[in-house]
């Protein structure tokens, strides 16, 4: 069994306008993952999430490509403290 880990991901770039918080829920629910997605006043998207690692890494790749008219120029990635949602959730 893998080792859960909880992490956080700012993705910038062209990430707002094209779906990106919709596109990360799907992937991330697939993935097995909880956590939350949202857009940030300077147009970045984060994404905060927690499961086995392999799936966490999984998320962090797909990440650096997006969904179809995404541009993503950046991923940085920071610890996660605090409760997350039981399931994988979009919030404002």
């Not at 984060?46 to 392999?54: F, I, K, L, S, T």
């Not at 605090?82 to 399931?87: D, T």
Request: hydrophobic share 40%; aromatic share 6%.
């Amino acid at each position: 069994m893998s080792e859960i880990v909880r992490r956080g991901f700012l993705v910038r770039g062209r990430v707002q306008g094209v779906g990106f918080r919709w596109w990360t829920r799907r992937v991330a629910t697939q993935l097995g993952l909880r956590g939350t997605v949202r857009n940030r006043l300077d147009g970045s998207v984060e994404v905060r999430a927690e499961g086995p690692r392999d799936s966490v890494d999984r998320l962090r790749e797909v990440l650096r490509q997006g969904p179809p008219g995404a541009r993503v120029t950046a991923v940085e990635e920071f610890d996660v403290t605090g409760p997350l949602p039981e399931r994988f959730e979009i919030v404002a």
